[in-house]
């Protein structure tokens, strides 16, 4: 599993340095992490989702509706990036740990450190040093809030879990959503 310094050495390259420029690639086994990381949450379902279906909730993915055309590779590369670490953030809690099976569970946070450390690598390669774009800062805000209603409902619901399956299954949307809009982005380029 990812150590803490490290991680916060990636949270903080991120936070910090704003844009990138159109050209960065990403190599292609992020690519291939990113279906692995979808395999595995798909994996890690313990219940059937028809047995939670009251405690189903839409929590407003932010970029659900973003359209290719109109956000750049940078933004995306940002937003990526802001997504995978709260979703790192949530499944290595403690409360995702004691209700997940621990070998998928360490298997999947490691496929996410993986990717950090790719967005982080094709960050370095192609910094400008700018301030970040008021389309740019809103997408982190949104981001943010979204994870915050997470996991406010994760803590309404006392981390039973129906409410880790529900959240699995957003967690899995989400991290789907942006692996298609990356794709786009990258088709478009060639």
Known sequence: MA????FLMIVMVMKYWSTCCLGCDLPQTHHLRNKRTSTLLAQMRRLSPLSCLR???DFAFPLRKVD???IQKAQAIHVMGEVTQQ???LFTSDESS???NTTLLDTFCD???QQL???QACLMEHVEVQEPSRNQEDSMVAVRNYFHRITVYLKEKKHSPCAWEVVRAEVWRALSSLANLL???TEEKE
């Open 55 to 57: 405690d189903r909730k």
């Open 68 to 70: 290719a055309q109109r």
């Open 87 to 89: 979703v790192l953030t």
């Open 111 to 113: 496929e996410l450190y």
């Open 117 to 119: 450390k790719d967005l």
């Open 98 to 100: 004691d209700i997940w």
């Open 3 to 6: 150590r803490p310094c490290d």
């Open 183 to 185: 794709a786009g982005l």
